[in-house]
């Protein structure tokens, strides 16, 4: 078996075991088993790569390491804390979409779609935000910048698909739309709805971002290099 495939595996393996911990409520398990998501992924991005190492990526990695670290750790009132790491992540893959998005040519109804698109998340965080606008106001000015920003990521990704259908931006595309699923569910979960099931989707669909997000890096080298 391939390195990257025993990677792979390794990935799948754990991430699927720190599901079943969670939707059991197995503290150990999850101490033992969330931890080793990202090295396996990091270890099937190394194994797949056909270029250098991009080190932006490896920090993106590292930032949603600390924001995973964050969540097992409990702290009370986690949620702006946990912004931070997971917002300077978006804010370096923005980087990498639009240096994409300049390769793209111009469409106008790419265009159009993007808009209806961001009206749409927008008016989804406008809801979220009045959940905890009265409990928690100290979060509403952070969560509308990290909206905005996620909006806009997603806004670029799914215009990079529509102007262009390959891998690359196909595995950005899925890699916001899960990042976008988690986030909200997990605002859900926090300040709206204490149902478990919720908690589940928004730790299964982090989970499997890391892997849309590790797919992109690989493929979008064979398109623009």
């Not at 990202?38 to 993106?60: D, H, R």
């Not at 909206?147 to 595995?171: E, N, P, Q, S």
Request: net charge neutral; with cysteine; aromatic share 18%.
């Amino acid at each position: 078996m391939k390195t990257k495939q025993i990677a792979l595996w390794l990935y799948i393996f754990c991430s699927i075991l720190a599901v079943i911990a969670t939707i059991i409520d197995n503290d150990l398990m999850i101490l033992l088993v969330k931890p080793a998501v990202i090295p396996a992924i990091l270890y099937y991005y190394l194994a797949s790569k056909t270029s250098k190492v991009n080190w932006l990526f490896i920090v993106v990695l590292i930032l949603n390491f600390i924001g995973d670290t964050i969540v097992l750790l409990e702290i009370k009132d986690e949620t702006l804390i946990l912004m931070v790491p997971y917002f300077i992540s978006y804010l370096l893959l923005l980087r990498f979409a639009i240096q994409d998005l300049r390769t793209m040519k111009f469409y106008k109804s790419g265009i159009l779609i993007a808009s209806i698109i961001f009206c749409f998340l927008m008016y989804v965080l406008h809801e979220l935000i009045q959940m905890f606008i009265d409990t928690n106001p100290e979060l509403v000015i952070p969560v509308i910048v990290y909206g905005i920003v996620l909006g806009v990521f997603g806004c670029i990704a799914m215009y990079c698909y529509y102007a262009k259908i390959a891998a690359y931006t196909f595995y950005l595309l899925m890699f916001v739309i899960t990042s976008i699923v988690s986030d909200v569910f997990y605002m859900l979960f926090h300040f709206l709805f204490q149902i478990p099931f919720l908690n589940y989707i928004e730790f299964a669909t982090q989970l499997v971002s890391y892997y849309f997000v590790v797919k992109y890096f690989v493929s979008r080298k064979n398109y623009l290099h």
